[in-house]
């Protein structure tokens, strides 16, 4: 269990500027991915046995093999890369949910790395706040130049008119975004279902505030939509109404004072619509309806080029010869990107990964909504986190493209997925190491002797 701390740490605190080895590509985050991959297959001993009792193994391997069709198709590729490419596509973005599962023995071990990865997230956030002091992230500056690699977050942080925007630790201000509303997630699924001493309450209390006003200073609008979604789930269905008071009050507190206090938070919060509706100026705004419609006409005339298929990964850079930098940029000059996970799945997957991603999703719904009734009151609050996290991601990368996510949201899925299988209506009692306090959810395989 003590693996998984260390694999969060690598690929929440380390950006992809940071490359071990130039070629193949190696950023410090893969890398982390294929050590404990390396581990795991050939270390572990019963990672099979393992496998064979993940409930989602059937819906990864039909992923896996509609992916590798996909790029067997791609004409473009030497058979190498056909294979390659597909392969580890699949262990970067989807794999993981099964490797983080893993290695997650009993509830303790789950509580403990989502306590974990709470306290490291006041890390980015003190660090966030200082890049908008600073109007710099001189972090990213500095690995960049140390490995020669691009400094995306600091390229990323004034876009449009004056639109500045941090990014903490992050290699881009929208993916810290996500970042940040899953953590807040999480922080309030355990702040709801945890008896935590009020030492750790507070504490927690310190990151969540801490949190939502970077979410203001990352100045984008998709995390604020999807944390909206996310939240509202999980206070409509997991929280007592006495505590849905108190946390709507909280945030209204939190979410007033931000407007005032911040500068352009109002403004965020306000053309957050825009998305929708078409009003926003693109240069000054970012996305607007009409800067997506654009872009779902381009993905529609490429997809008809190869409907099944797909036109093969990284098409849309290789082929179509965009990038998010306009100076290297060779595609048409009316494609202003295709933010939006659903335009990535038309132009280089296909019906094939489509269909695969979509089989995948709707396996963890009907399996979370079959679990409800057989779990603890405890494990039903997992169960409302999941489905609120996942509701955040999919808005998330519908809105604005996945943005390397998937191996973030795949790994505490993963962790999500085991928790809830510890789980039943036995509720045998023991002894929490994270909240030094007895609670009442079934641990089926044994107990930690780790504490926080």
Known sequence: MKKLPWFFTGILLFPPSLVIIPSPSMPFPRLMLYILLFVTLFKEKNWIKQFKQFPFKVPLIILFFLLLCVGLFDE???????????????????????????????????????????????????????????????????????????????????TGIKRFRVSSFAWHAIYYGYLVITVLLLETFMFTSLRLPKAKKVFYIIIGVALLINLFLLNSRTPILSLVVGAFIYI??????????????????????????????????????????????????????????????????????????????????????YSSEEKDR??????????????????????????????????????????????STFGRKVIVFTSAATAAFLVFIFGTGDMGTFNVFMALLGICIRLVMLNDQRKVIYYSTVTREVLEPADSIGLSSQSI
Not at 347 to 355: A, C, P, S, T
Request: charged share 15%; hydrophobic share 50%; glycine share 8%.
């Open 76 to 158: 473009r590729l030497t058979l190498f890369l056909q294979l390659y490419r597909p392969v580890t596509y699949f262990l970067e973005n989807f794999f993981i949910v099964f490797l983080t599962f893993y290695y997650v023995k009993n509830i303790n071990d789950g509580l403990y790395v989502f306590d974990f990865i709470v306290k490291l997230f006041l890390l980015f956030a003190i660090y966030g706040m200082l890049n908008y002091v600073t109007r710099n992230n001189e972090y990213s500056a500095y690995i960049a130049s140390l490995y020669g690699t691009h400094d995306f977050a600091n390229d990323n942080m004034i």
């Open 236 to 321: 409509t269905f997991a929280i007592k109404f006495t505590k849905k008071i108190a946390i709507v009050f909280f945030t209204i507190v939190i979410g007033a004072g931000a407007i005032f206090f911040i500068p352009k938070a109002q403004d965020v919060m306000m053309n957050t619509i825009n998305i929708f509706t078409g009003r926003g100026n693109v240069k000054e705004d970012g996305s607007s309806m009409s800067m997506r419609q654009a872009q779902l006409r381009a993905s529609e005339r490429e997809f008809m080029k190869n409907p099944i298929s797909g036109n093969g990964f990284e098409y849309i850079t290789e082929g179509l010869g």
């Open 330 to 375: 060779k595609s048409n000059k009316d494609l202003q990107g295709f933010e939006s996970y659903y335009f990535k799945l038309l132009i280089e997957q296909g019906i094939l990964g489509m269909v695969g991603n979509l089989i995948l999703f709707v396996a963890l719904i009907v399996w979370l909504v079959k679990q409800y009734l057989k779990v």
